[in-house]
T-cell receptor, first 115, second 113 residues
Framework: DQQVKQNSPSLSVQEGRISILNCDYT??????FLWYKKYPAEGPTFLIS?????DKNEDGRFTVFLNKSAKHLSLHIVPSQPGDSAVYFC??????????????FGKGTSLLVTP | DSGVTQTPKHLITATGQRVTLRCSPR?????VYWYQQSLDQGLQFLIQ???????AKGNILERFSAQQFPDLHSELNLSSLELGDSALYFC????????????FGPGTRLTVT
C-alpha cells in the first residue's frame, strides 16, 4: 500500500522557470517530510525537509510547502536550471520508535529542465 | 559523494542462489537502513540496524536477512533468489535513529536470471 504518492511520473520545464513537484500522503501519523534528488547510477541525495509543525521551508532555490489538512506537499524550484534535471523522490516518516524513522518513498517524478 | 559505500556495484546470479551485499556507513553514523527499488516501485524500506542491533523492519522477505557488525558495516543476505528479487538495493546511514535525514550509497544492482 503506497502511503506516499507522486502522481506525475515526469515534468518538463524551461530553464529559468519555476518547477513544481507534487506529493500526496495518506498516513496522518507522518510528521516529517523530505525531498531527495537522484541522478542515474547514483543513490538519492537529500535535498530539503520540513517538519509537520511548519508549512514552509526554504533553502536557496528550493522551497517545500506542506498542507497538512490536504495531506499534500510540494517542492518549488526557482529558477530551474538544466543541472536540476533528475528524479525527485518525496519521502515521509513518523517519529515512532517502532518505525525506526524509516522513510516511506513515493515512486518519483522525473524532472527535465530544457535550455 | 555521500560517504556511504556499497559493494558490489553489480551482481548477476541465478535463481535459487544466495548473495551478500555489503555497506559501509558514513564515518560517525551508527544507524544503517536497507532499501529495495524494483522497476515499478519506489524505494521500499527493508530493515534498519542501530549500533549492531536490529531496530525496525519493513517489507523484508523471510528469505532476506541482515546484520550490522562491530565496525558498523552492514551486510544484507538474500537467499533462494527469485526473478522478482532483481532490483537496486540501497543502503543509507544516519547519525542515530532519531535523525530523519539519511545519506544513501550508490546502490547495488542485482540481476537474477
Amino acid at each position: 500500500d503506497q502511503q506516499v504518492k507522486q502522481n506525475s511520473p515526469s515534468l518538463s520545464v524551461q530553464e529559468g522557470r519555476i518547477s513544481i513537484l507534487n506529493c500526496d500522503y495518506t498516513n496522518s501519523m507522518f510528521d516529517y517530510f523530505l525531498w531527495y534528488k537522484k541522478y542515474p547510477a547514483e543513490g538519492p541525495t537529500f535535498l530539503i525537509s520540513i517538519s509537520s509543525i511548519k508549512d514552509k521551508n526554504e533553502d536557496g532555490r528550493f522551497t517545500v510547502f506542506l498542507n497538512k489538512s490536504a495531506k499534500h506537499l510540494s517542492l518549488h524550484i526557482v529558477p530551474s536550471q538544466p543541472g536540476d534535471s533528475a528524479v525527485y523522490f518525496c519521502a515521509a516518516s513518523e517519529s515512532n520508535s517502532n518505525s525506526g524513522y524509516a522513510l516511506n518513498f513515493g515512486k518519483g517524478t522525473s524532472l527535465l529542465v530544457t535550455p | 559523494d555521500s560517504g556511504v559505500t556499497q559493494t558490489p556495484k553489480h551482481l548477476i546470479t541465478a535463481t535459487g542462489q544466495r548473495v551478500t551485499l555489503r555497506c559501509s556507513p558514513r564515518s560517525g553514523d551508527l544507524s544503517v537502513y536497507w532499501y529495495q527499488q524494483s522497476l515499478d516501485q519506489g524505494l521500499q524500506f527493508l530493515i534498519q540496524y542501530y549500533n549492531g542491533e536490529e531496530r525496525a523492519k519493513g517489507n523484508i522477505l523471510e528469505r532476506f536477512s541482515a546484520q550490522q557488525f562491530p565496525d558498523l558495516h552492514s551486510e544484507l543476505n538474500l537467499s533462494s533468489l527469485e526473478l522478482g528479487d532483481s532490483a537496486l538495493y540501497f543502503c543509507a546511514s544516519s547519525v542515530n535513529p532519531g535523525t530523519y535525514e539519511q545519506y544513501f550509497g550508490p546502490g547495488t544492482r542485482l540481476t537474477v536470471t
